[in-house]
């Protein structure tokens, strides 16, 4: 599948599927549907939040990508790029082709660079929570449950990856 570079972010390309702008539309449907229906907002104030929503989507992807780079860069065989768009919401990190096989403990290292970052994210907004206005609350609420359940707390589900 073609990808269409978003240039670099602290180093690392970014490059973009396809499928991430599907993945943008449905995020922003089913943010708006449920800021419209369960939250009971404004239509036009639902199109925003669900907006608001879908972006820092991405951009929790893109901290939780960087916390793997982070790690992986600490641990002497850094990534080679991210990829936006896998599964149309997620994101892929690059390593290089050539990598050697790597012991368990390093993968590990690696692997939990993001929860953690997005772990630190979760704490800030936990704290922050009683500071957001009115009905961008809800925002925050989400920004909180989405780093907390998706990104950070992810690690303790066995899905069986080997």
């Given at each position: 599948m073609k990808t269409i570079s978003l240039g670099k972010l602290f180093g690392m390309p970014i490059e973009?599927?396809?499928?991430?702008?599907?993945?943008?539309?449905?995020?922003?449907?089913?943010?708006?549907?449920?800021a419209f229906f369960?939250?009971?907002?404004?239509f036009g104030e639902s199109l925003l939040m669900g907006l608001l929503a879908t972006l820092l989507h991405w951009t929790f992807e893109l901290i939780h990508s960087f916390g793997h780079a982070y790690a992986a860069k600490r641990t002497g065989y850094p990534m080679t790029g991210i990829a936006l768009g896998t599964l149309a919401i997620?994101?892929?990190?690059?390593?290089?082709k050539d990598e050697p096989e790597l012991p368990p403990s390093?993968?590990?290292?690696?692997?939990?660079?993001?929860p953690i970052a997005n772990g630190i994210l979760s704490i800030f907004f936990f704290l922050l929570l009683p500071l957001w206005p009115g009905d961008l609350f809800w925002v925050g609420l989400f920004a909180l449950f989405e780093n907390l359940f998706v990104y950070t707390l992810q690690v303790f589900i066995p899905l069986g990856f080997k």
């Amino acid at each position: 599948m073609k990808t269409i570079s978003l240039g670099k972010l602290f180093g690392m390309p970014i490059e973009i599927l396809p499928l991430a702008f599907l993945g943008s539309l449905i995020l922003w449907i089913g943010f708006t549907l449920t800021a419209f229906f369960g939250i009971r907002l404004p239509f036009g104030e639902s199109l925003l939040m669900g907006l608001l929503a879908t972006l820092l989507h991405w951009t929790f992807e893109l901290i939780h990508s960087f916390g793997h780079a982070y790690a992986a860069k600490r641990t002497g065989y850094p990534m080679t790029g991210i990829a936006l768009g896998t599964l149309a919401i997620f994101a892929l990190t690059r390593y290089p082709k050539d990598e050697p096989e790597l012991p368990p403990s390093i993968h590990i290292r690696r692997a939990l660079g993001g929860p953690i970052a997005n772990g630190i994210l979760s704490i800030f907004f936990f704290l922050l929570l009683p500071l957001w206005p009115g009905d961008l609350f809800w925002v925050g609420l989400f920004a909180l449950f989405e780093n907390l359940f998706v990104y950070t707390l992810q690690v303790f589900i066995p899905l069986g990856f080997k």
